[in-house]
């Protein structure tokens, strides 16, 4: 069973940062489809940052400029760097891969426990 296990989250004022960190229990780390999502309460889970095997990323639009993803394969790790954090970036931040799928051509999602992320003052 792939293994995720987040770090890095906290208690951070407005404009603060946070570097989340998720190492993955995969040989196959480096070519993995890497993400991060969060949840706030009452809300869906919802898409922050991908970085991808060959290493393009995509970000949402809501974090454009504030936050940078990235791998250090060696570590069979993804970090999250957030800056300029908002209250609204309040929530459970969550580490997913997606790797093989149970047959061929599909895919599936692997999930973190989850750390928890508050911006206040």
């Known amino acids: 069973q792939v293994q995720l296990m987040e770090s890095g989250g906290g208690l951070v004022q407005p404009g603060g940062s946070l570097r989340l960190s998720c190492v993955a229990s995969?040989?196959?780390?480096?070519?993995?489809?890497m993400g991060w999502y969060r949840q706030a309460p009452g809300k869906q889970r919802e898409l922050v940052a991908r970085i991808f095997g060959n290493g393009f990323t995509h970000y949402a639009d809501f974090v454009k400029g504030r936050f940078t993803i990235s791998r250090d394969n060696a570590k069979n790790t993804v970090y999250l760097q957030m800056n300029s954090l908002k209250p609204e970036d309040t929530a459970v931040y969550y580490c997913?891969?997606?790797?093989?799928?149970?047959?061929?051509?599909?895919?599936?999602?692997?999930w973190g426990q989850g750390t928890q992320v508050t911006v206040s003052s």
């Open positions: 995969v040989s196959a780390f480096s070519i993995s489809d």
């Open positions: 997913r891969l997606r790797g093989a799928g149970e047959f061929a051509n599909t895919a599936t999602d692997y």
